[in-house]
């Protein structure tokens, strides 16, 4: 039996994110305590997890650190963007951005 998690399902769950349509970065910010573990789980959960997981996470925060100090990163188009829904959440069309060096 195979069973699969629809991430896009668990993140748009209103008993465990208020305003879950809203993006709002800072929401990660929260207690620990307050958010429920099993409402984002991209690595999977259990003794199956992906064992590359801390590894993801650190090159991820590094990259975006290396990211951020070296450019603005700033939007060329105001346009609002629908998501598609296909397991990930997708957005319906490229979002064009400008890497400016500082």
Known sequence: ????????VLGSNEECYDDWSEFRPERWLQDKNTINPFAHVPFGIGKRMCIGRRLAELQLQLGICWLVRRYNIVATDKHPVDTLHLGTLMPSRELPVAFLHR
């Open 1 to 8: 039996t195979v069973l699969t998690i629809n991430s896009h």
